[in-house]
Antibody
Framework: EVQLVESGGGLVQPGGSLRLSCAAS????????MHWVRQAPGKGLVWVSR????????NYADSVKGRFTISRDNAKNMVYLQMNSLRAEDTAVYYC??????????????WGQGTLVTVSS | SYELTQPPSVSVSPGQIASITCSGD??????AYWYQQKPGQSPVLVIY???KRPSGIPERVAGSNSGNTATLTISGTQAMDEADYYC?????????FGGGTKLTVL
């Protein structure tokens, strides 16, 4: 079974740091772009970041650029999101997502169960 | 930046057809994707590449995309279809989500 399991969320003070982890099973992540998508309480989905198969190419939403860093360890089948200089508006459930693909299109499937990050004093 | 617009809510009676729209500039020139999210759960892909259904998604769920509008259509709507639905596309290498539509089955 293809599965993604996030961990590392919690309560952190503004300006603090947190590292999220995503453990993949049932497939080899080296063949896929991997993403983080977040959802603030009661709000919609917002794309955060992505990393390519070998980890050399990364992209970020403007709202997190310079503060968040995505990385991966293909040997461990893990994806990470290092979050620094956290702000109240970063409070959200963070989902790890695989980018599926064929010759024509790219989509998000599956999604992990999410991990809640709360930034508050 | 590219934007996708969805109606905040759609209501439908059981057994009827529910249509959820997603609008964006020349969206029909891109691929549209749809995700279903039930309360307390993670999103699930229900339509990819405009019209294709992943395995396990029933045939009564259908997608279309033309002009500036993509549409998710659910036929014979059931109580289990009550959820939030999000459309998504790509603008170059940027991922764009719509704001989401809450489908209520009355």
């Amino acid at each position: 079974e293809v599965q993604l399991v996030e961990s590392g969320g919690g309560l952190v003070q503004p300006g603090g740091s947190l590292r999220l982890s995503c453990a993949a099973s049932g497939f080899t992540i080296s063949s896929y772009w991997m993403h983080w998508v977040r959802q603030a309480p009661g709000k919609g989905l917002v794309w955060v970041s992505r990393v390519n198969g070998d980890g050399r190419t990364t992209n970020y939403a403007d709202s997190v650029k310079g503060r968040f860093t995505i990385s991966r360890d293909n040997a461990k089948n893990m994806v990470y999101l290092q979050m620094n200089s956290l702000r109240a508006e970063d409070t959200a459930v963070y989902y790890c997502v695989r980018e599926g693909y064929n010759s024509y299109a790219n989509w998000f499937d599956p999604w992990g169960q999410g991990t809640l990050v709360t930034v508050s004093s | 930046s590219y934007e996708l617009t969805q109606p905040p809510s759609v209501s439908v009676s059981p057994g009827q057809i529910a249509s959820i729209t997603c609008s964006g500039d020349k969206l029909g020139d891109k691929y549209a994707y749809w995700y279903q999210q039930k309360p307390g759960q993670s999103p699930v892909l229900v339509i990819y590449q405009n019209t294709k259904r992943p395995s396990g998604i029933p045939e009564r769920v259908a997608g279309s995309n033309s002009g500036n509008t993509a549409t998710l259509t659910i036929s014979g709507t059931q109580a289990m279809d009550e959820a939030d639905y999000y459309c998504q596309t790509w603008d170059s290498t940027t991922v764009v989500f719509g704001g989401g539509t809450k489908l209520t089955v009355l």
